[in-house]
């Protein structure tokens, strides 16, 4: 299936592992040609040189951190400057801290908005005006399958990351007559160091071994095993495509069934 995607623009932020660094690999696979940050340098750096080594796609870096406003100039700044627009914006940071509600003061919800919703929505503040002027654009937002069904123990992420679904979706009515679309994508349990750090939080909480956590979440997935991070990222490259120009305002996920719920 030919996705259309060779030439286009892309920023992926939070792409130095995990499911950033996954969806800047297909992306550049495609032919897309990919923009990534992260706030390691290092990390960043041997993510850049391995994506564009083994896709032959032009790659590009910057050190940034999207929870600040320099961070994302600094991000966006990159590709507009060397580009001169962004066709595909994906937002994606790394998860705020898990435990329940008392062991949060404001001071953590607010780095918690800095990070997740307010860099999706400064991100795209950065971007969408020249999507709407070319009359194309994807934006596809990074949540989290707690947005649907909520998670134990993650009260920041179940709360702010609905936020940003709340802030997708109104945007994706506004912005759709100009040929441009806005999706979440939502993620459940795979194999990134996010999950295994979680597990490793949870085992320390409840005095238990890793790989109890680690069983009891498999016995939750009816595919009985974690999602791998290409496989997250296939759905990335099918929504940043002209194939998907009549998908906008949707949660999508990929959790191997864990969701539950109807719709």
């Known amino acids: 299936m030919n ?3 060779e030439g286009k623009i892309a920023l992926v932020t939070a792409a130095s592992k995990g499911l950033g660094r996954a969806i800047a690999e297909e992306l550049a696979a ?5 923009g990534m940050c992260a706030r390691g ?14 896709t ?3 790659v590009h870096a910057v050190v ?11 991000a966006t700044s990159m590709m507009l400057d060397r580009f001169g627009r962004v066709d595909v914006l994906v937002t994606n940071a790394g998860g705020p801290p898990s435990g329940p509600f008392e062991t ?13 919703l307010r860099s999706a929505v400064e991100l795209t503040r950065a971007v969408l005006p020249g999507m709407r002027e070319r009359r194309w654009g994807r934006i596809l937002n990074v949540t ?7 998670v134990d123990g993650l009260m920041l992420s179940n709360a702010i990351r609905s936020a940003v679904t709340g802030f997708a979706r109104t945007l994706a009515n506004e912005v759709a007559t100009y040929g441009i679309t806005v999706n979440n994508m939502l993620p459940g349990y795979t194999r990134t160091e996010r999950v295994l750090e979680l597990n490793a939080a949870n085992a320390a909480r409840e005095g238990v071994q890793v790989e109890q956590i680690e069983r009891r979440i498999e016995g939750q997935i009816p595919m009985r095993r974690l999602g791998e991070p290409r496989e997250f990222a296939a759905l990335a490259a099918f929504l940043a495509s002209e194939r998907a120009s009549y998908i906008t305002g949707q949660s999508i996920a990929v959790d191997g069934g864990w969701i539950r719920a109807l719709l």
């Open 3 to 5: 996705l259309g995607l």
């Open 30 to 34: 495609e032919g897309a040609i990919v």
């Open 41 to 54: 340098e290092e990390a960043l750096t041997a993510a850049r040189d391995e994506i564009a080594k083994r």
């Open 56 to 58: 032959s796609a032009t």
């Open 64 to 74: 940034a951190d999207v929870s600040r406003a320099d961070g994302v100039d600094r």
């Open 104 to 116: 949060h003061d404001w001071a953590v919800w607010q780095r918690a908005v800095d990070l997740t």
């Open 144 to 150: 989290s399958i707690a947005v649907k069904q909520p």
